[in-house]
């Protein structure tokens, strides 16, 4: 008895784990609104939305996930939704920290009355699109301004065996080398 009790429990969060995933991909909804349990195969989904619309994804997310056999809906959408700046600004700090796996990539987030404002520089437009949408799903948001630049990477030097002189801007080499070539040739 005791084996299955702890089968039981590991296939549980397992479950949530996989829901927690299926969620966060989603577009429809944030992964931070809500709260996901699982006893005893029976998912218990919480938590506060700002629209019908953002729970109903919620909802069909979960009822799609394999594994799932009954919700028990707690999703409340109040008339009066309100989250404080510093909620919003914690979360989407939290969750662009998580996107950001490149040296060098910065983003900012700044919120004032529930408008979010991203300003940095990136390398992979992706990581700018990604930003964007999750300060969108987030609920109690009002609008997002986006001033994320992409950039190219940083230039790496290669590294040499030889005793020659690499210069920093090889560029400004061949430049120079074209020029002498052409002088010859004239």
């Known amino acids: 008895m ?11 969060s397992e ?3 996989k829901l927690r995933d299926c969620v ?28 019908s619309y953002k729970k109903n994804a919620a909802l069909e997310v979960i009822s799609q996930t394999e594994g799932v056999w009954s919700i ?4 409340v959408v ?3 939704y309100y989250r404080t700046d510093e909620e919003i600004l914690n979360i989407l700090e939290s969750q662009i920290d998580e996107m ?5 990539e910065h983003i900012e987030v700044d919120v004032a009355a529930g408008i979010v404002k991203l300003e940095g520089e990136v390398f992979r437009p992706r990581l700018k699109a990604m930003a964007d949408s999750a300060a969108w799903e987030l609920s109690g948001v009002r609008d997002v301004l986006n001033f994320i630049e992409i950039k190219g990477p940083p230039y ?20 120079s080398s074209l020029a002498g070539n052409l002088k010859e040739v004239y």
């Open 2 to 12: 005791n084996a299955l009790l702890s089968r039981n429990k590991e296939t549980d």
């Open 15 to 17: 479950l949530v784990l």
């Open 24 to 51: 966060k991909w989603d577009k429809r909804v944030s992964i931070a609104d809500l709260s996901i349990v699982v006893r005893g195969g029976v998912v218990i989904v919480s938590g506060f939305v700002d629209t």
């Open 72 to 75: 028990e809906d707690r999703i």
């Open 78 to 80: 109040p008339v009066d």
């Open 100 to 104: 950001i796996k490149i040296g060098g």
């Open 156 to 175: 790496r030097i290669p590294l040499s065996n030889d005793n020659e002189y690499n210069s920093p801007y090889p560029e400004k080499e061949m430049e």
